[in-house]
Every structure is written in C-alpha cells, then in structure tokens.
T-cell receptor
Framework: ETGVTQSPTHLIKTRGQQVTLRCSSQ?????VSWYQQALGQGPQFIFQ???????GRGNFPPRFSGLQFPNYSSELNVNALELDDSALYLC????????????FGEGSWLTVV | GQQLNQSPQSMFIQEGEDVSMNCTSS?????WLWYKQDPGEGPVLLIA?????ELTSNGRLTAQFGITRKDSFLNISASIPSDVGIYFC?????????????FGKGTKLSVKP
C-alpha cells in the first residue's frame, strides 16, 4: 500500500454533469499529479500541483481543473462531462525528500452515461 | 497524447519461464520506471532507473536504462502465477515536470501453472 488514498472508488455520472475526485497524498509528499487511464491504455498525465499551484499540464481541455490544499491533498474537477471521460482517474504523489519517486493511489472509476 | 512503444502487448508463458519486455521512445528520458497494475488497482512501482546504462534488480526482476536514454527493458526470471498482471513502462522526459510521466500501453502477462 502506497499511502495515497482516493475517493470515491466508483461513481456514475450523467453527460453534462460535473464531478469532483479527491486525493490524499502519501505523508510528507508535497507534489500531486493526476492521470486518466482509459480501458486498455496506459495512464495519461492530466496535470501536477506543487505548493497549491498547477505547475505542469498534459493535453487536456480547461474543463479539467484541480486544486491543492495546504495539507497537500488535492481535488480533480471535471465539468461538462462527456462519455469519453469514462476512465480510471489516478492520483500520484511524490517528494524530493523521497527521491521524487512517484506513488499511485488505487484510483477512482468514473462512468459517464 | 504521447506514448511509449511497449512490446510485446501480451505474453502467455509457463510457470518457471523467464520473461522479457521492453520500451522504446523517440525522445530522451531522464528517468525510466516500471510499474505493475492488477485489475481494479493503481500501478505499483517495481523498479526506478535514473542513469543511462543503469542495471537494477528487485528480487526476480531486473531492469536496465538504455545507453541511448531512449529505451529500457524489464526481465522477470522464473515466473510464478502471482506475476500475472499488466506491466507498464513509464518515462520522464527532459524538461518535463516531475510528476509528468509518459506511459507505454502495457504488456499483459499470463502465467500457466
């Protein structure tokens, strides 16, 4: 177990709705990144947060947004959900003090209908 | 999004056999990582490689960071049934943010007892 916890584990939303996914990083890890993993694919980088600011973003539209809180936990928000947003959303944390090794949580399964 | 070329896509082997899989990229990476993902779970880090030419072992697993910095391989010796799962390579490109990993599409390993 990595110490990265995510919630909820599963959820179903309707097209057009909004969703918020939550992540608690491993103790002491100040960098959080989010990934989208479609079925049968490798994870795709969405963005990264460090010191409560986004400091890296992959090829995802602005309706994917996030937050990081002072305790390093993080949220991923997706607006105007589309059917193709159905995927496993993974949170990962890291820290220079831990060699910048990236540890993943177990993910949140999102189904958009 | 950008992905690595990971091969083979799947392998069916007999228990006790050795396994080899590899990843190649068109661009240079600073870091190569190998993860294993079981159904319904997040990726678990197996081996991290930080230097070109580095050869690292973790039990029955051995991985190498290619000299050109554009490839890596993972070997599993004397496979056992619990080795079943999907193995992903991931790389961190030069200039990329710390949490921005680029993943391969995975190698699905099946082991016959």
């Amino acid at each position: 177990e990595t110490g990265v916890t995510q919630s909820p584990t599963h959820l179903i939303k309707t097209r057009g709705q909004q969703v918020t996914l939550r992540c608690s990083s491993q103790s002491g890890h100040n960098t959080v990144s989010w990934y989208q993993q479609a079925l049968g694919q490798g994870p795709q980088f969405i963005f990264q947060y460090y010191r409560e600011e986004e400091n890296g973003r992959g090829n995802f539209p602005p309706r994917f947004s996030g937050l990081q809180f002072p305790n390093y936990s993080s949220e991923l928000n997706v607006n105007a959900l589309e059917l193709d947003d159905s995927a496993l959303y993974l949170c990962a944390s890291s820290s220079p003090a831990d060699g910048n090794t990236i540890y993943f949580g177990e993910g949140s399964w999102l189904t958009v209908v | 999004g950008q992905q690595l070329n990971q091969s083979p896509q799947s392998m069916f082997i007999q228990e006790g056999e050795d396994v080899s899989m590899n990843c190649t990229s068109s661009s240079i990476f600073n870091t190569w990582l190998w993860y294993k993902q079981d159904p319904g779970e997040g990726p678990v880090l197996l081996i991290a490689l930080y230097k070109a030419g580095e050869l690292t072992s973790n039990g029955r697993l051995t991985a190498q960071f290619g000299i050109t910095r554009k490839d890596s391989f993972l070997n599993i010796s004397a496979s056992i049934p619990s080795d079943v799962g999907i193995y992903f390579c991931a790389g961190q490109s030069v200039g990329g943010s710390q949490g921005n990993l680029i993943f391969g599409k995975g190698t699905k390993l099946s082991v016959k007892p």
